[in-house]
T-cell receptor, first 116, second 110 residues
Framework: GAVVSQHPSRVICKSGTSVKIECRSL??????MFWYRQFPKQSLMLMAT?????????EQGVEKDKFLINHASLTLSTLTVTSAHPEDSSFYIC????????????FGPGTRLTVL | RKEVEQDPGPFNVPEGATVAFNCTYS??????FFWYRQDCRKEPKLLMS???SGNEDGRFTAQLNRASQYISLLIRDSKLSDSATYLC???????????FGTGTRLKVLA
């Protein structure tokens, strides 16, 4: 149980395009989903917290107009990187919380974004 | 100063060795503590939660010292497959947010 999927697993795009990444909880309803970014040889940095039906809460320094988050249902959250640039190339990982897992987040497999 | 700090390593140890990692945290309001393992280019996977009483799972033992604000992970009888980055995670109940340490790289050598 508690499986989280992400799609796509890898994406390469040209500078200036927008990329959408989907995060789905497959066998549970996620009360909260989180989006992280990880640059090479660095740790995971929280970008935003997403609750179903409400606006995402962004961490300091994360541009909400550049990283659009939509959490339309209890099983799906999307992250759209708008007008991507090479410096946005990174490993993006989502995670989900359930009501039944005390504080434990379940992670998706990640999406590797490369912007040319 | 970072909220959660770890020695980045790498720790290079021979197979069969015992290795220990420490992680310090600065916020005394921290509530939950975890050790995660991350393999290269993969998502982090939960290794174990850490409790004040300490806990053990096979070759892995985790300890929490609230007074000194650190957690530790001990790996006994290291296997080649233990080679990975070990991430310390601290969370505060009210925020449900994970604060990740920078990770400690372990390489177990044959």
């Amino acid at each position: 149980g508690a499986v989280v999927s992400q799609h796509p697993s890898r994406v390469i795009c040209k500078s200036g395009t927008s990329v959408k990444i989907e995060c789905r909880s497959l066998d549970f309803q996620a009360t909260t989903m989180f989006w992280y970014r990880q640059f090479p040889k660095q740790s995971l940095m929280l970008m935003a917290t997403s609750n179903e039906g409400s606006k995402a809460t962004y961490e300091q320094g994360v541009e909400k107009d550049k990283f659009l988050i939509n959490h339309a249902s209890l099983t799906l959250s999307t992250l759209t990187v708008t007008s991507a640039h090479p410096e946005d190339s990174s490993f993006y990982i989502c995670s989900a919380l359930t009501l039944f897992s005390y504080n434990e987040q379940f992670f998706g497999p990640g999406t590797r974004l490369t912007v040319l | 100063r970072k909220e959660v700090e770890q020695d980045p390593g790498p720790f290079n140890v021979p197979e069969g060795a015992t290795v220990a990692f420490n992680c310090t945290y600065s916020n005394s309001a921290s509530q939950s503590f975890f050790w995660y393992r991350q393999d290269c280019r993969k998502e982090p996977k939960l290794l174990m939660s850490v409790y004040s009483s300490g806990n053990e799972d096979g070759r892995f033992t985790a300890q929490l010292n609230r007074a000194s604000q650190y957690i530790s992970l001990l790996i006994r009888d290291s296997k080649l497959s233990d080679s990975a980055t070990y991430l310390c995670v601290v969370t505060r109940l009210a925020a449900y947010k994970y604060i990740f340490g920078t990770g400690t790289r372990l390489k177990v050598l044959a």
